[in-house]
C-alpha cells in the first residue's frame, strides 16, 4: 500500500516506466536481429530458448557476438547515463559528465599505462586478448585514473563557486591526461598506436564472455553505490549548507559518489573506449520527461534510457544490411549534439532543477 501510494510522488508514472522498458527490449531484440547478416526476431528467440535455428552458423552469430555486445552495450549505457547524473549533481552543473570534466581521459591514461607502459595485450586483440588479471588490471587502472581526476576536479571545485570556470578547467584536465596519453603513444610501437586509436573511437564489441567476469560485477557495484547514494544526492542538489543541515555528512557522501563515477566511468572507458554524450545527454532527457529532479525517479529511468540509447546508436553503428560499420562515438555525436542543443536552450528548467 505504502510503495503503490508513493510510486506518483516521485514522478515516475507507471505508463512511463513501462514504456521505457518496452523501449529496451525492442532495442535488445533490434541489436539481435540486425547486422551485417539479418537473423528473423522469431530465429533469435529460437537460439536464445535452445532451439535450432534454420542455420546452425546464427548459433554462434548471437552467443559468440551479438550478445555479449548488446549486455555490454546495456551495462555501458547505464553505467555512463548515472555516472553522468552523479557528477552534474555533485558539481551541480547540467553540463557536467565523464567525459566533459577529463574523468574518461583519466581512465584513458589509467587504459595507457597498462598497455603501452606494460605492454599487455597485443596488435591485433587490443582488448579481447587480456586474461583475467590483465582485465582486473585494466579496471582498476581506469578507475583509479578516473578518480584520481575527478578527485582533483571536485578538490579544485571547492575553491572555485563559478561552473563555468570548473568546466573549463576540467577540460583542462583533459587535456593534460591527453597530452600524457599522447606521450606515451609517441614513444610505443606503431601498432600499438594503431589498435590504441582504434579503441579510442570507441565499440561495445570488444567484451568477450569471460571479460565479462570482470566487466558486470565492477558495473553492478558502481550502480549499487549509486542507488544508496539516492537520498544523498537529493540532498545535495539543494546545495551543501542544506545538506549539512540534514545531518548529512558531505565529505563522506562525496567519497562514495566520487568512487561510484569512477567505477562506472572508469570500467566503462576500459573495456569499451571513450564513449560520447550518454553521460551528459541522458539524464538531461530523463529530468524533462519526468519533470523532477529526484533522484528516486531518475536515477531507474536514467538507467533504462541510457541502456536503450546505447543499443540503438550501436545499430545504428553496424550499419544494417552492409559491410561497414561506423565509428560509435560518430553515431553518438550525431544523437548527442542535437540533445545538448536542447538542453542550453531549456536554461530555465535547467536553472530550477540545478537551484541551490
Known amino acids: 500500500m505504502n510503495s503503490s501510494s508513493s510510486f506518483p510522488r ?15 527490449v525492442a532495442a ?9 547478416v539479418r537473423i528473423p526476431p522469431e530465429q533469435v528467440l529460437r537460439i536464445l530458448t535452445g532451439g535450432e535455428p534454420d542455420k546452425t552458423s546464427w548459433t554462434d552469430v548471437i552467443f559468440k557476438f551479438r550478445l555479449p555486445k548488446a549486455v555490454t552495450a546495456m551495462l555501458v549505457g547505464a553505467a555512463l547515463s548515472v555516472a553522468g547524473l552523479q557528477m552534474q549533481t555533485l558539481f551541480r552543473n547540467p553540463l557536467a559528465d565523464p567525459f566533459i570534466l577529463g574523468v574518461s581521459s583519466g581512465a584513458s591514461l589509467g587504459v595507457a599505462l597498462v598497455v603501452l607502459g606494460t605492454g599487455a595485450g597485443g596488435a591485433s586483440a587490443f582488448i579481447t586478448g587480456l586474461s583475467i588479471f ?9 578507475s583509479l585514473g578516473a578518480g584520481t581526476v575527478l578527485g582533483a576536479v571536485l578538490i579544485v571545485s571547492r575553491r572555485v563557486q563559478n561552473t563555468l570556470t570548473l568546466l573549463i578547467l576540467g577540460l583542462m ?9 599522447s606521450l606515451l603513444i609517441y614513444f610505443s610501437q ?3 598506436v594503431q589498435a590504441f586509436s582504434l579503441w579510442a573511437a570507441g565499440s561495445f564489441g570488444g567484451v568477450t564472455w569471460n571479460q565479462m567476469s570482470v566487466f558486470l560485477p565492477v558495473i553492478a557495484l558502481g550502480l549499487f553505490i549509486g542507488y544508496v547514494m539516492i537520498k544523498p544526492l537529493n540532498a545535495l542538489l539543494l546545495g551543501d549548507e542544506y545538506a549539512r543541515s540534514l545531518g548529512l555528512n558531505v565529505r563522506r557522501a562525496r567519497f562514495w559518489i566520487i568512487l561510484s563515477a569512477s567505477l562506472l566511468a572508469g570500467v ?39 541502456a536503450s540509447f546505447a543499443l540503438v546508436a550501436d545499430v545504428i553503428a553496424q550499419s544494417p544490411g552492409s559491410q561497414y560499420v561506423l565509428p560509435l562515438n560518430v553515431v553518438m555525436s550525431l544523437f548527442g549534439v542535437p540533445i545538448i542543443l536542447w538542453v542550453i536552450l531549456r536554461q530555465k528548467q535547467l536553472r530550477q532543477s540545478f537551484a541551490s
Do not use: K, Q
Open 134 to 142: 590483465g582485465d582486473l588490471s585494466l579496471a582498476v587502472a581506469a
Open 173 to 181: 584536465f583533459g587535456y593534460l591526461t591527453n597530452a600524457i596519453v
Open 268 to 306: 566503462s572507458t576500459a573495456f569499451c573506449g571513450p564513449v560520447w554524450f550518454v553521460g551528459v545527454a541522458v539524464p538531461h532527457v530523463a529530468r524533462s520527461l519526468l519533470n523532477t529532479a529526484d533522484h528516486r525517479a531518475l536515477l531507474p529511468a536514467s538507467m533504462l534510457m541510457g
Open 190 to 192: 606503431p601498432e600499438r
Open 28 to 36: 535488445f531484440i533490434l541489436s539481435l536481429t540486425l547486422g551485417s
Open 10 to 24: 516521485l514522478g515516475l508514472r507507471t505508463w512511463i516506466v513501462a514504456l521505457l522498458i518496452v523501449i529496451l
